[in-house]
């Protein structure tokens, strides 16, 4: 049988609201009155439709569909002064868009701070009617994460423009589909420093959701990160979990007791209902890669029939030391392409060396590539390259490479950077591998990780490795089954090889998923292909030098 799509319409109003994420009042960006947002939910092949007003009163708002290629419609990224020119108050835009590919997604806002804010909801894409995954479960939960600040989104945003630097530090909390317990625990005898123990009606905005399981099932979960910041790393008490999908792509199944998702990730894991029947069981998500600051956000997976307010009654389980990499890195290299997976191009047409710096501009602090730290223009680059408007953004892109005499173990030598808004133009077809090259960051001794998301594409992970990339490297990267995925991190002190085909007209972020390094610059821009668009809607470019052009041109 044929399978039939369909049009999967949602009409949304994004708006601010009070809101207790923690239970501790704040303003969160909502969206319909929810927060996170709606799930959106719909097959492969399907068209989805948000037409999405903007409520806030006083400032724009554009959405991303993370993890979606927008293959032939990249004026529905959602990527403010990229993609298109930030949705203004009142205003209602339409997002329009093929989710071609069956997995575990999400969207969030992408304009200043909106994602810390908030702005964010599930995505998820069912194979098509009469097909099957490739794996069997009998039931399906959906976990969200994401990171909460007491300081909203503007003063954060503020914080990290000022001068002298003022960093936004490590979350109040961790959220699971948006509920967290700041000032109590649901394990409070285990809790150090000591917190008074939870008590719930249910009702709360921040009351955990349990998730009931019948003995001896097998259930996905699944799993997304859309944290500001942390780096995080989940467990089930007592319970195996079977890794089966990365971004939106089938891996090779393999097992684990915890596992690392950092910021822009996505995963589905099984499992089975295999334990003592009579007794619930911990989820833990705690943070690592920085220094941890905030407890593990905690929810109780339930065995029917007994009862979900019964705690566990072992101590949650312990998330890896935060700076044990090793153990983070034996995750990340067991993770395989399924054997049906398309295999990567066994050259490449055009090699980019990204390296990761922190600088200074002017006594304001920075992240940039190749020294240059992004800024973006006022006029979308998808618009701006299509009209083949002058002075839009720099003319010349930026560098391919940085000095070879760059030391990666040490802090700059020359700390300051420049703005830039020039962008990478990819040959279209072309095939680009990108070696992203991380470094000392300022502070002696210090090197961060990082998560890099790319739009538009899924790109094959062709490898990791330690210090500085070298051209004998090449013979380590996997060509035989590199997983595909849109996201992935640099270690500390270490390099990321990846590998994508420039095939999908139009401007593309490639960024550090981290928000505040985003803002702070952390990313470039690809264009291809844009000359073979033909028509990108007009309300998608009505402001910059592409607005002044079309109220020129009387219609
Ligand atoms: O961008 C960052 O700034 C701080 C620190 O480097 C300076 O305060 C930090 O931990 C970051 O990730």
Redesign the pocket.
Known sequence: KRSSTKVAHFKWEVEYMHWSPDCNEGVVMGINGQFPGPTIRARAGDTVVVELTNKLPTEGVVIHWHGIRQMGTPWADGTAAISQCAINPGETFIYKFIVDKAGTYFYHGHYGMQRSAGLYGSLIVDVAEYKKEPFHYDGEFNLLLSDWWHKNAHEQELD?SSKP?R?IGEPQSLLLNGRGQYNCSLAAQFSNPPLSQCKFTGTEQCAPQTMTVQPNKIYRLRIASTTA?ASLNLAIGGHKMVVVEADGNYVEPFSVYDMDIYSGESYSILFKADQNPSQNYWISVGVRG?KPNTPQALTILNYSPTSSTKLPTSRPPTTPLWNDYYHSKSFANRIKAWRGSPKPPTTYNRRIMLLNT?NRIDGF?K?AINNISLSLPVTPYLGSIKYNLKNAFANSQPPDSFSPSYDVMRPPVNPNTTHGDGIYMLKFNSTIDVILQNAN???DN?S?IHPWHLHGHDFWVLGYGEEKFTDKDVVKFNLKNPPLRNSVVIFPYGWTALRFVADNPGAWAFHCH?E??LH?GMGVVFAEGIYRLKNIPKEALTCGLTGKMFMDRKH
Request: charged share 10%; hydrophobic share 65%.
């Open positions: 990290l630097f960093w910041l920085r922190q602090t992240w960051a300022l502070a210090v961060e981290i505040p390094h702070m």
